[in-house]
């Protein structure tokens, strides 16, 4: 089950755009002290650094989260959920685990069979891991 995602927690990048944190989150709810991140909260902008074919900057937000845990009206947002430009929450809390499972994209599913491929720019094939594995119910 995904973890809360919070203020400064990481966005995934996508083909040459690099990683950036979650710069938006709740004024009122705190998950381990930093603001709860939900659906449209905004993860800092990036560009492509590509000296060859510069691809510009572009903005980010928060595109999916849970089906069942509002925060202020907004999905909460956890591990593993989308971001707009085609990035995935990569991080986010070790202990307040939001229960249901995270919306599988087609995004999702292109990082996954990445992941598969063993592609260089997926560094995050360990967190894809434990996403793809189905959940463990303990007795």
Request: glycine content about 12%; overall charge negative; aromatic content about 2%.
């Amino acid at each position: 089950m995904p973890g809360a995602a919070r203020l400064n927690d990481i966005g995934s990048g996508h083909e040459c755009f690099p990683d950036t944190p979650i710069i938006e989150g709740s004024s009122d709810v705190l998950i381990n002290g930093l603001p709860a991140a939900r659906v449209g909260d905004t993860v800092q902008m990036h560009g492509c650094p590509c000296p060859q074919a510069p691809h510009g900057v572009h903005g980010r937000k928060i595109s999916a989260g849970s089906a069942t845990v509002l925060i202020n009206g907004k999905s909460a947002a956890r591990i593993g959920d989308d971001i707009d430009c085609g990035g995935l929450i990569v991080s986010g809390s070790s202990n307040v685990i939001i229960g249901d499972t995270p919306y599988q994209s087609p995004v999702q599913h292109c990082v996954e069979a990445a992941v598969k491929r063993r592609d260089p720019l997926i560094s995050f094939s360990d967190i894809m891991q434990d996403m793809t594995s189905p959940p463990q119910w303990s007795r």
